[in-house]
């Protein structure tokens, strides 16, 4: 089940990198694209905390 969870977390990340690098410069500086890399950064420290725990 972990595994399954952290196959869906990178999906997301890859969904979420793609969102942001399809923006035009101007909507990455924005407080939006903050806001993005903010929660994609919290997806990637919780499939470390999922790697840790198998």
């Known amino acids: 089940m972990i595994a399954q969870a952290h196959l ?3 999906e997301a990340v890859v969904e979420m990198q793609s969102y942001h690098d399809d923006r035009s410069q ?3 500086d924005s407080a939006k694209a903050e806001d993005l890399l903010a929660k994609l ?3 990637q420290e919780t499939m470390d905390q999922l790697q840790g725990s198998e």
């Open 41 to 43: 950064e919290h997806l």
């Open 8 to 10: 869906l977390l990178s």
């Open 26 to 28: 101007e909507w990455q």
